[in-house]
């Protein structure tokens, strides 16, 4: 027994050596490969390094200097043409060019101040972080918001809406919004009313928000809980009622709605300090009667400082608006007066009469020098658009849309003759007409033409402008039909030889015309 017990400590032993020899070659082993693993990393690395600078030395495109490319980054994510929602935004698509742009564009903030984001339900988790992400690359910059929230797929008139939480994180940096467009996010608007007063808007400028009909059924309470907004000075709204809009108003200088009438009214004893006003009445909302409408008052509201306005509406609104502004100083002004609708035809004439009062009206009590003037819907002989325009001898550009069944006549050419009224639009340079042809001789067209391209000379009175555009678009076919055709052709010809590199001269049929 003795010896065995002998042997099996001498096995032990020697086992017991055996394994602190395995486990110490496997350590040294684990150290090898510790030491390869970390040699082929360096071996990629420096392969890409190498690699990066073959691609630099074959493309011109990436050996350009840092600093040049800093400036074509920041042109190409220049948003002047508005958001483009269905494309990859630029800054990302730069950065997936290569690694070298991608650190480049990744290090520059101001790629990063704008955020294009149309929300959806299947990725709204992938939107949340890299919109955090976004956030955290433009550093402490201003931030331009565009939000867009789009329709479910098996329900049209009803629209997905992002968790408040998303919206909550965003207005942490509330205080950086300079610009925010946000279309049917009403998510956005709850959570600016639950957060007011933690999170100011002090450097918004610009503001764009566009709520859908059905949104509003559905939604009592619209409000828009801004509070003080000091920077504030352009805002696009689309909406019924702006009465929520809880903002200050009367800093505004550009201003664009779409709204209904009586609101599009209230505007004008506020916003004393535009100088661009776009207003559309809502022709949903105003139905046939003026019953909607809020009397003007007995002084319209003087803009003091408005250069451009624009009024787009049925005739009974455009009227009012019209009765309700005095603009000193305007410089550009379009009106688009929609089609008379069925009910209101054995109206008609009290309605273009009332119109064109009220357009009138505005001539004359204010004492500016209109220098464009657009004209779309008042329904008249051209003869007659004459006779409203007369009093606006600074006149430089004159577009008007005639619709059925007024007619351009041939007094109208008649009348901007220079030879038979050189006093008569004599600083119209461009001329753009559209509508039905009546008894229009192009005898008459060419000799307007030509006194117009080489008006009389008097020393008394300022020189005429030279004619630069003239484009005719005529509805009829049957006036074309009507002439001899050689005649017509001759026509032609001669509008092509007064044509030059200055002067464009157009006459055309529309066959897709409105009737």
Avoid at 36 to 51: D, G, I, P
Avoid at 119 to 136: A, H, P, V, Y
Avoid at 238 to 262: A, C, I, Q, S, Y
Wanted: charge should be negative; charged fraction near 25%; include cysteine.
């Amino acid at each position: 027994m003795g010896e065995i017990a002998t042997k099996i400590r001498e096995i032990g032993y020697t086992n017991g050596l055996e394994k602190e020899a395995l486990l110490q070659g496997i350590a040294t082993v684990h150290e090898e490969l510790i030491a390869a693993k970390a040699h082929v990393e360096r071996l990629q690395r420096n392969k890409s390094t190498l690699q990066e600078k073959l691609n630099v030395a074959t493309s011109p495109i990436l050996s350009i200097p840092v600093e040049l490319a800093t400036e074509i980054f920041t042109l190409a994510c220049d948003d002047g043409d508005g958001p483009q929602f269905d494309i990859l935004p630029t800054p990302l698509t730069l950065g997936h060019t290569c690694r070298a742009w991608r650190r480049l564009a990744w290090s520059m903030p101001h790629l990063w101040q704008t955020v294009v984001i149309r929300f959806s339900e299947e990725r709204i988790d992938i939107q949340g972080e890299l919109l955090q992400e976004w956030l955290d690359r433009s550093k402490e910059l201003g931030l331009n918001f565009y939000f867009a929230c789009p329709p479910h797929k098996f329900d049209s008139t009803a629209f997905y809406e992002p968790p408040p939480s998303l919206f909550k994180q965003l207005l942490q940096t509330s205080n950086r919004w300079s610009n925010l467009y946000s279309h049917n996010c009403l998510s956005l608007r709850n959570a600016i009313a639950e957060t007011r007063a933690s999170y100011p808007f002090p450097m918004l400028s610009r503001l764009r928000l566009y709520i859908t009909d059905f949104q509003e059924t559905l939604h009592d309470d619209l409000s828009w809980t801004f509070g003080a907004t000091p920077s504030l000075r352009s805002m696009d709204v689309k909406m019924f009622n702006p009465e929520g809009l809880d903002l200050e108003w009367e800093r505004l200088t550009h201003l664009k709605v779409h709204l209904h009438v009586g609101f599009c009214a209230l505007i004008f004893p506020v916003c004393t300090l535009l100088e661009s006003c776009e207003l559309s009445s809502d022709v949903c909302s105003m139905y046939d009667t003026a019953d909607d409408l809020v009397p003007p008052d007995p002084l319209p509201s003087t803009l003091s400082k408005l250069k451009t306005l624009s009024l787009t509406g049925q005739a009974r609104a455009v009227t009012h608006l019209l009765d309700c502004v005095t603009a000193p100083i305007l410089e550009k002004l379009s009106i688009k007066v929609h089609p008379v609708r069925r009910w209101e035809w054995a109206d008609m004439e009290e309605l273009m009469g009332d119109f064109r009062d009220a357009l009138e009206d505005l001539f004359s009590r204010s004492s500016y020098k209109l220098t464009e003037l657009s004209l779309c819907g008042l329904n008249a002989e051209s003869e007659d658009y004459v006779d409203i325009l007369h009093p606006l001898s600074s006149l430089r550009r004159l577009s008007l849309t005639i619709p059925r069944p007024g007619k351009i006549t041939d007094d109208f050419f008649d009348a901007l003759n220079l030879e038979d009224n050189p006093d008569l639009f004599s600083q119209l340079s461009e001329v753009n007409l559209e509508g039905d042809l009546g008894s229009v001789d192009i005898d008459t067209v060419i000799k307007m033409v030509r006194t117009r391209l080489s008006p009389p000379v008097s020393e008394d009175k300022p020189q005429p402008a030279l004619l630069r555009a003239m484009h005719v678009t005529y509805w009829n076919k049957s006036w074309a039909e009507k002439s001899d055709e050689g005649r017509m052709a001759k026509f032609y010809s001669e509008l092509a030889a007064l044509s030059s590199g200055q002067t464009s001269l157009t006459w055309q049929w529309n066959d897709g015309a409105q009737t």
